[in-house]
């Protein structure tokens, strides 16, 4: 086990699968409750606040920093993803996090490795449409890191609606003794919401990002204003959007806590945006209704 010494309230940073495991095993032994929060690094206030969340809840906060490369497609930003352990641990530290655990590719895909998770129907619109082996690799990382940090609960961040969807069900199905904690999505002043990609945004198209929470707040007011036809909602999220250059790839309403297109808004829903901005994809989601 590696240990950063330059404060006292460090966390521990642990690269092996089995080592982490033990500690946990360890804690849980002594009757601790364990909380873990999956991240790839590159970490801002949302993640943090998932740190938060798991702070006040559980005696022990243990973080995983792993780019996955299986939920990457092979023309997306693997390579580029922006990376730096030893900031995300100083920020870890500031949160009180106790464990990053921090593996190599090769520990968490050795050669001959070949399983990957089907997850179902949950798994195949909106973003599984557009990144059609993003969810089998979020599935499968997800699962393993869980495996490796059998912890009590795990923490995720409400931006990402339908990785949530896609993990619960997965943990759901396959049995996972864990409990599963969805926590608000963190936005910038302006509204957008927080993602380590924002960090690839140019000065114009971080400015113009700020349009996608506009369109999503507007579609709120207008359901405020009595507005429940979903067509129409969406008509004016394109209308809103269409001067911005922002290039649409979906916008959906549907049932919270589904993927289920609705024609109405009856009930809770979530609006759903996913867009192109300059060279950046970004999703956002907010209730309505
Ligand atoms: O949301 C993310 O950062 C990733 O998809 C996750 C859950 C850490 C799996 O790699």
Redesign the pocket.
Known sequence: MQRMSRRADFPTIVQSGTEIRQQVRLFQQRGDRVGMV???GSLHDGHLSLVDAARAECDVVMT?V???PT?FAPHEDYQRYPRDLERDVELLAERGCDYVFAPSVDEMYPSGYETSIDVGSVAKPFEGEQRPTHFA??AT??LK?LNLVPADAVY??QK?YQ?TLV?ERMIADLNVPIDVVVCPTVREADGLAMS?RNAYLSDADRHRATALYASLQQTKQLVTQGERRTAELRRAMRQHLSQTGIEIDYIAMVAAGTVDEVDTVDGPTVALIAAQVGQTRLIDNIQIG
């Open positions: 999956p991240t790839m995983s792993f780019v996955n939920q690799g979020v990382v997800v890191l995720f961040g990402d990785q993990v380590s």
